[in-house]
């Protein structure tokens, strides 16, 4: 759990709305995959303190934002038990609570753990989450955000 911006660094107060960035397991028909223990929160930002990101929220079934570009897996979309990176907005929860509360029906962004990690894609070791949050949206097709800032 981050619990502060990765941005500024100023401690998120409880209910603030966030963007997380995180890995998890999808078990169908949950929205939000489950969290792995330890290090699952890859990123969490105020979102003043993204650019404008064109992003592409989506409802089940989910499909890895990387499709366009040769997912690794068999199938882009996402199935039951798979292993993702996926972002999702909502309001940060309680102490002790590290996935966001009110968040909606759909994801902000959906990708296969392979895919996010995969140097075929794009993935280069010690590679910053908000770098490689905006290759993940500029592989959905959507407008390429602004370069890093931070």
Known sequence: MIGCCSRDGIIFQRRETIFQLAKGIYYSPAITPTLWVGEAVLGEWHLSCLPKLDLHPQMQPYHCCFRSVGCVLESPEIGHGDLLVYGVIGHRPSAGYMRPEWRGYSLQLVAHYGCWYSRKLGWETGQ???SRLCEALRAEGGT???????
């Open 128 to 130: 910053k989450a908000y």
């Open 144 to 150: 390429p955000p602004p370069p890093p800032f931070f």
